[in-house]
């Protein structure tokens, strides 16, 4: 992981020209951001990132005066794609569900996706390195540098999560949510900037396929005797959604889309 961190510092401090060789081509058919991006000026995330898909993707991309940046991202999605089926398997057993449900229900891993981030050195007049937002996907794995900044909400406090070398946050996110009823709650989280420095971070997103339609199980709901707390949704059409808000000037923070988009009033 710290090798990771090492190789995504030297791609970011690349020129611009070079980092944008690698950005989404015009027409591509891919509805992920693949390869470069930079917020754009609008945006109150004040961060650029380089994503891919699995090895072996046709749509991933990286930098040929780079070629030890492919090799050690390959290697760490295969890991991360290990550890989130570990983490599926426990989460199952601890749901009570029946073995190897979630294995089955998210049983197509070509859509998670890892990215790498570099967040910009804090303003004086502002810090904000991703608004509170939580996750679009099922589980979450971040790790970071030694900068920090990554805080989680609970009970109303904002928790910092101090860096340590070689550690993994885990966070639950919007499906897993979903599918319990709110029985596990997605994780809300967000990123504050320190001043004359970067933050660089990877996120690891185990998904599911963009074809997927989710809903409350009955486990959580009709068997238990209780009302479903989430409408029927595809994850293609939140995802774009989520895409569309982020990406337009007008938005403000407060207009993110979450999951409470889906939210039955009871």
């Not at 046709?58 to 090799?71: A, F, G, I, Q, V």
């Not at 749901?95 to 089955?104: S, Y």
């Not at 589980?139 to 609970?154: A, M, N, R, W």
């Not at 005797?225 to 995802?239: A, C, D, N």
Request: proline share 7%.
């Amino acid at each position: 992981m710290s090798k990771a961190l090492q190789l995504s510092k030297t791609f970011f401090q690349y020129p611009p020209e070079e980092k944008l060789k690698l950005s989404p081509a015009g027409g591509c058919d891919c509805e992920l951001p693949i390869g470069y991006n930079i917020q754009p000026d609008h945006s109150v995330d004040k961060n650029e990132y380089f994503l891919v898909f699995q090895p072996g993707s046709s749509l991933n991309k990286y930098p040929e005066n780079l070629p030890e940046l492919r090799s050690v991202i390959e290697d760490l999605y295969t890991r991360f794609v290990g550890i989130g089926s570990l983490l599926e398997s426990i989460i199952n057993d601890c749901l009570g569900l029946p073995p190897n449900f979630l294995k089955e229900y998210h049983n197509e891993r070509e859509w998670d996706f890892m990215a790498a981030f570099r967040y910009f050195p804090a303003t004086e007049s502002e810090a904000n390195g991703i608004t509170e937002h939580e996750d679009g996907n099922c589980i979450t794995f971040v790790f970071q540098d030694e900068v920090g900044g990554l805080e989680v909400h609970k009970d109303g406090e904002w928790i910092p999560v101090v860096p340590a070398e070689g550690q993994i946050v885990v966070n639950v996110a919007d499906f897993i949510q979903v599918l319990t009823n709110k029985k596990f709650k997605s994780a809300t989280h967000g990123v504050v900037r320190s001043k004359g420095i970067s933050r660089y971070s990877f996120g690891f997103f185990y998904n599911l396929h963009w074809d997927k339609w989710v809903e409350p199980l009955p486990q959580f709901t009709a068997e238990i005797g209780e009302p479903p707390k989430y409408k029927r949704l595809q994850v293609r059409e939140y995802q774009k959604m989520r895409m569309m808000n982020k990406l337009d000037p007008l938005a403000r923070p407060e207009d993110e889309i979450g999951i409470t988009y889906y939210a039955i009033d009871t």
